[in-house]
Nanobody, 126 residues
């Protein structure tokens, strides 16, 4: 069983930055597909970013975060990060870390992930 714990959320002004962390336990996640999703107020959960390869060199991003967000992984620490720069009020959401032991190709689909963290709140003020 895999446990994921997110941290690093908080309140930040528009234009600011945050780095979210997702620490895993129970399994080594080196070969897992890792992703971040978010759910804003009154919205459905949506894909943010995914790291497919062991090295983290293969990544995908939602259009909303391209050029501003960076997903990375530290396999030695069994941790995945989401660096978020130039934050906007529309980025306000609960951010969730997700993990899958296999790659289905549908990295953007929440149903592809078996393991989820509890979420961390990110609030961006105007």
């Amino acid at each position: 069983q895999v446990q994921l714990v997110e941290s690093g959320g908080g309140l930040v002004q528009a234009g600011g930055s945050l780095r979210l962390s997702c620490a895993a336990s129970g399994r080594t996640l080196s070969y897992y597909t890792m992703a971040w999703f978010r759910q804003g107020p009154g919205k459905e959960r949506e894909f943010v970013a995914a790291a497919i390869s062991w090295s983290g060199s293969i990544t995908y991003y939602a259009d909303s975060g391209k050029g501003r967000f960076t997903i990375s992984r530290d396999n030695a620490k069994n941790t995945v990060y989401l660096q978020m720069n130039n934050l906007k009020p529309e980025d306000t959401a609960v951010y969730y870390c997700a993990a899958s032991p296999k790659y289905s190709g549908r990295y953007y689909d929440a149903g592809s992930y078996a393991y989820w963290g509890q979420g961390t709140q990110v609030t961006v003020s105007a």
